[in-house]
């Protein structure tokens, strides 16, 4: 069964760290693009980065331009997982995180079209 399932929110005091960790079963990531979206209360689904397969564009990276120098994105072939690793984080940046995986491997800002998705964790940065 495939599978995508996030973990590592939680709250967080504004300038704090977080590290979201996205796990595969049933497929390997390694193939696949993997975004991370977040989802505010009353706003649009957002992309906030993703990291192309390892046989396409040799795993370049895309950060949205709310998060560049603050957040960085990564894989560990071996757990099969993807990270976000978040740091100086803002009261902003407080949303539900998904995971996404995107069988074309390529990667893409937008939702449309990435196959997968996790069930999201929450992230709230506040004081």
């Known amino acids: 069964q495939v599978q995508l399932v996030e973990s590592g929110g939680g709250l967080v005091q504004p300038g704090g760290s977080l590290r979201l960790s996205c796990a595969a079963s049933g497929f390997t990531l390694d193939y696949y693009a993997i975004g991370w979206f977040r989802q505010a209360p009353g706003k649009e689904r957002e992309g906030v980065s993703y990291?192309?397969?390892?046989?396409?564009?040799?795993?370049?990276?895309y950060y949205a331009d709310s998060v560049k120098g603050r957040f960085t994105i990564s894989r560990d072939s071996a757990k099969n997982t993807v990270y976000l690793q978040m740091n100086s984080l803002k009261p902003e940046d407080t949303a539900v995180y998904y995971c996404?995986?995107?069988?074309?491997?390529?990667?893409?800002?937008?939702?449309?079209?990435?196959?997968?998705w996790g069930q999201g964790t929450q992230v709230t940065v506040s004081s």
């Open positions: 990291i192309s397969s390892i046989s396409s564009s040799d795993g370049s990276t």
């Open positions: 996404a995986a995107d069988s074309s491997g390529i990667g893409a800002s937008v939702a449309i079209p990435y196959d997968y």
